[in-house]
Structures are given as structure tokens and as C-alpha cells.
């Protein structure tokens, strides 16, 4: 199978020295495999260090003019993509020598569509938040071997996807920038094809750029504030997988959702992240993500005059 591999690219130049050359050097033939790096205007020296001479003639270099976000870095380089089998990849993602090859042997299995990597952390996760984000109980990673995983587990981070499946499916939402693009899109690729996405447990990847809590839960605020409401008008039914559920609609939910985010739940739950040791904090991790996206969210409707 031919195999093109995207690499979304932007303000890079600190982390590709580590990140690009085990991608240059895959033990899957040359000929059989392209690396698309779509280099979405950085104002970095990332372009002087991806142009350099040991790089520039291993790669096809797709330049942004202005940056236009991850859904529109994906559809350029979906755009020049010729292989079989698509990776898409990002910038701060270590991947071992092998990589190419392991996800071919999997997609040789008609039965898979996506392959979903296993993601860990490239740093000592000594931060209680990304102890919680790479728990092994969280995820992808909850699901037995070659069970079939639900479209929300299915993130795009050093993920594969046969050809056939992204042209049914169709290019990213140029739209959505931010969080919420992978959820758009697994739900449409699920959509066609829903016993198809899996998890290889032994596809092990790194990840070197990780957000800080705190800036996590600014980027969620974003996403109930912008690209939220635009996935939910398309897809009213994933309310349920982001928490919004709780916020609007027509069921007990709602009035479990104003008992539980409110100032004096919120301070509690602030409290007891700070003085519980992990795992006995991750609930709480995952209510202040929760209470993030969806009190934005709500700002919102109220904003827009759709909820008192």
C-alpha cells in the first residue's frame, strides 16, 4: 500500500529537530510513502530549518500564506495526498521507525478503516492533569483488543484512515479551529463507517507540547464560546458526548446540570483537585473540563437569547 503521511506544522522549529527525523527514516520503502508537511505561516524559523538540505528533498513543503488553523492544514495536505492509506500527524509527535509499517500491517485487515495510535507523553507526566490525560483508564485505552471504538475516543493525533473512507467522508470543516474538529469529523467518518475505527495498543507514540492545565481549560472556553454551537447545529445529538446536555434541551439533565456547576460546587471541586493525590482527583479534573466548556457554552446561548 502507498502511504502519505500529514504533518501539520505551525511555530515547530523548537520540537521538529527531535520529531521529523524518525519519519524520515521509517523502515517502509521510500517509494511506497510520501510526507506531506503543510506549514500552516509560521512565524518561527521553521521554514528555514524544513527547507535545509538534509530535509528539503524528503519532503513535499505545502506553505500557508496566513494561518488558517488544523482543518485547513489537513485539507491542503489531504489535497496533494496520493496514498492508500493517509496519517495524519502532528508536529510534536515522536513515532518509532516502524511506525508506517505497523499501521499498513493493521489496515491490511479490510475490516479496519482508522487506526488510532497509542499516545503517550514524551515528558515525565508529574503534572496531576497529565497523569489524568494519559491515564491507561481513559479512552481509547479503556477498550478490550480490536473492539470497535465509539466516534469520541477516535482523536486524529498520529492517526490512519484508508483513502476510500476520507473521500466518502469528505475534507475537515475549514470552519472549526480549535477544539472540536476531530469530534466533527470522527462522528461523520463513524457515521459511515461505525464498526470500523480501532485502537493499536502496541503503536506506541509521543507527545512532546503539552498544554498546561490552565491553558487547557482557556482553549475549552473557546470551544463552548465558538466552535461548540457550530458542531451542535450540525449534529444536535452529540450534546450528550460534550456536556451540553446539561445546559439545553428538554430533559432531567438540564436540572441536574444547574445543581451541579455553580459557584459553590465549582469552589469545592477547585479545593479538592488541589489537595487530592492522583487518581482520587481525576472526577474532579474532569468536572473543571466539563464546567469549562459547557458554562461557555451557555454564555452563549444566553448571549444569543436562546436560554434565560
Given at each position: 500500500?502507498?502511504?502519505?503521511?500529514?504533518v501539520?506544522?505551525?511555530?515547530?522549529?523548537d520540537?521538529?529537530?527531535?520529531?521529523?527525523?524518525?519519519?524520515?527514516?521509517?523502515?517502509?520503502?521510500?517509494?511506497?510513502?510520501?510526507?506531506?508537511?503543510?506549514?500552516?505561516?509560521?512565524?518561527?524559523?521553521?521554514?528555514?530549518?524544513?527547507?535545509?538540505?538534509?530535509?528539503?528533498?524528503?519532503?513535499?513543503?505545502?506553505?500557508?500564506?496566513?494561518?488558517?488553523?488544523?482543518?485547513?492544514?489537513?485539507?491542503?495536505?489531504?489535497?496533494?495526498?496520493?496514498?492508500?492509506?493517509?496519517?495524519?500527524?502532528?508536529?510534536?509527535?515522536?513515532?518509532?521507525?516502524?511506525?508506517?509499517?505497523?499501521h499498513?500491517?493493521?489496515?491490511?485487515?479490510?475490516?479496519?478503516?482508522?487506526?488510532?495510535?497509542n499516545?503517550?507523553?514524551?515528558?515525565?507526566?508529574?503534572?496531576?492533569?497529565?497523569?489524568?490525560?494519559?491515564?491507561?483508564?481513559?479512552?481509547?485505552k479503556?477498550?478490550?483488543?480490536?473492539?470497535?471504538?465509539?466516534?469520541?475516543?477516535?482523536i486524529?493525533?498520529?492517526t490512519s484512515?484508508k483513502?476510500?473512507?476520507?473521500n466518502?467522508?469528505?475534507?475537515?470543516?475549514?470552519?472549526?479551529k480549535?477544539?472540536?474538529?476531530?469530534l466533527?469529523?470522527?462522528?461523520?467518518?463513524?457515521n459511515n463507517?461505525?464498526?470500523?475505527?480501532?485502537?493499536a495498543?502496541?503503536?506506541?507514540?509521543?507527545?512532546?507540547?503539552?498544554?498546561?492545565f490552565?491553558?487547557?481549560?482557556?482553549?475549552?472556553?473557546?470551544?463552548?464560546?465558538?466552535?461548540l454551537?457550530?458542531?451542535?447545529?450540525?449534529?444536535?445529538?452529540?450534546?450528550?458526548?460534550?456536556?451540553?446536555?446539561?445546559?439545553?434541551?428538554?430533559?432531567?439533565?438540564?436540572?441536574?446540570g444547574?445543581?451541579?456547576?455553580?459557584k459553590?460546587i465549582?469552589?469545592?471541586?477547585?479545593?479538592?483537585?488541589?489537595?487530592?493525590?492522583?487518581p482520587?482527583?481525576?472526577?474532579?479534573?474532569?468536572?473543571?473540563?466539563?464546567?469549562?466548556l459547557?458554562?461557555?457554552?451557555?454564555?452563549?446561548?444566553?448571549?444569543n437569547?436562546?436560554?434565560?
Amino acid at each position: 500500500m502507498n502511504v502519505s503521511i500529514i504533518v501539520s506544522v505551525y511555530n515547530a522549529a523548537d520540537i521538529l529537530k527531535k520529531t521529523l527525523p524518525p519519519l524520515l527514516n521509517q523502515d517502509y520503502p521510500t517509494a511506497s510513502h510520501e510526507i506531506i508537511l503543510v506549514n500552516d505561516s509560521s512565524t518561527d524559523n521553521t521554514i528555514k530549518l524544513i527547507t535545509s538540505e538534509n530535509w528539503k528533498d524528503r519532503l513535499t513543503i505545502l506553505n500557508h500564506d496566513e494561518n488558517r488553523g488544523r482543518s485547513a492544514t489537513r485539507n491542503t495536505g489531504l489535497r496533494q495526498a496520493t496514498g492508500d492509506i493517509v496519517i495524519f500527524i502532528d508536529c510534536d509527535i515522536e513515532v518509532p521507525l516502524d511506525f508506517i509499517s505497523k499501521h499498513v500491517e493493521y489496515h491490511n485487515n479490510e475490516k479496519i478503516i482508522g487506526l488510532l495510535s497509542n499516545l503517550q507523553s514524551g515528558t515525565p507526566a508529574i503534572d496531576k492533569y497529565h497523569r489524568y490525560l494519559f491515564s491507561s483508564k481513559r479512552g481509547a485505552k479503556r477498550c478490550a483488543i480490536m473492539e470497535p471504538l465509539p466516534y469520541r475516543y477516535f482523536i486524529l493525533t498520529a492517526t490512519s484512515i484508508k483513502r476510500l473512507a476520507i473521500n466518502k467522508t469528505g475534507e475537515f470543516n475549514h470552519n472549526l479551529k480549535g477544539y472540536g474538529i476531530d469530534l466533527h469529523y470522527s462522528y461523520r467518518l463513524w457515521n459511515n463507517f461505525p464498526n470500523n475505527l480501532f485502537f493499536a495498543s502496541d503503536i506506541i507514540v509521543k507527545q512532546y507540547k503539552l498544554k498546561t492545565f490552565f491553558t487547557t481549560l482557556s482553549d475549552l472556553k473557546d470551544y463552548g464560546a465558538n466552535n461548540l454551537p457550530k458542531v451542535l447545529s450540525e449534529f444536535p445529538e452529540l450534546a450528550k458526548d460534550t456536556g451540553a446536555d446539561y445546559i439545553a434541551g428538554y430533559n432531567p439533565k438540564v436540572l441536574l446540570g444547574k445543581i451541579l456547576f455553580n459557584k459553590i460546587i465549582r469552589r469545592i471541586v477547585e479545593i479538592m483537585y488541589y489537595i487530592l493525590p492522583t487518581p482520587l482527583c481525576n472526577p474532579f479534573i474532569r468536572y473543571r473540563m466539563v464546567d469549562a466548556l459547557t458554562g461557555s457554552y451557555r454564555d452563549f446561548l444566553k448571549r444569543n437569547k436562546l436560554i434565560e
